[in-house]
T-cell receptor, first 114, second 110 residues
């Protein structure tokens, strides 16, 4: 069964450093997303991406964040200068269509900023 | 008002019990509804989509009430493996910006 894969599973970084979280969405999916979940809190939307551009982003997704689809398979989330409050589980998701269909989530990258 | 609200639980039930969760959503323009389950420190996994007419998948039944803006999940004959957090997920807008509830924790005891 096809699945979304994310690397690394756990990333520890020092405050102020840049991190790149990587995702390989399901191959025939066209819509890609990043969500995050701070420990003990709910899953929050960060950004959606379609046709090589951001289609929607939340207020969390400020200038420190960027996304890219550098080739036909990878989808990355970059945080330029990490803060302590960026520590969370980051989930990549993909979907076949935008309207009304489910999204499938990767296993997540646990980011710890120290 | 939160976009999606759920009773956090926990619901502690014995094996074989029937348990029901409700979820309310704030946006009457909501278009799609889902239940996901999340095991501790794992990713959300799709349990089922929720259709206007209601739908069933084995021991799981989902209902949607658009007039009252709530959805429900019924689990019959609970198994130990059903222990998880159940996430109510609602989407509106064009690009699958999912709104997650905080989840309802279920503990099924032997």
């Amino acid at each position: 069964e096809p699945e979304v894969t994310q690397t690394p599973s756990h990333q520890v970084t020092q405050m102020g450093q840049e991190v790149i979280l990587r995702c390989v969405p399901i191959s025939n999916h066209l819509y890609f997303y990043w969500y995050r979940q701070i420990l003990g809190q709910k899953v929050e939307f960060l950004v959606s991406f379609y046709n090589n551009e951001i289609s929607e982003k939340s207020e969390i997704f400020d200038d420190q964040f960027s996304v890219e689809r550098p080739d036909g398979s990878n989808f990355t989330l970059k945080i330029r200068s990490t803060k302590l409050e960026d520590s969370a589980m980051y989930f990549c998701a993909s979907g076949r269509q935008a309207m009304g269909t489910e999204a499938f989530f990767g296993q997540g990258t646990r980011l710890t900023v120290v | 008002r939160k976009e999606v609200e759920q009773d956090p639980g926990p619901f502690n039930v014995p094996e074989g019990a029937t348990v029901a969760f409700n979820c309310t959503y704030s946006n009457s323009a909501s278009q799609s509804f889902f239940w996901y389950r999340q095991d501790c420190r794992k990713e959300p996994k799709l349990l089922m989509s929720v259709y206007s007419s209601g739908n069933e998948d084995g021991r799981f039944t989902a209902q949607l009430n658009r007039a009252s803006q709530y959805i429900s999940l019924l689990i019959r004959d609970s198994k130990l493996s059903d222990s998880a957090t159940y996430l109510c997920v609602v989407n509106w807008g064009n690009f699958n910006k999912f709104y997650f509830g905080s989840g309802t924790k279920l503990n099924v005891k032997p």
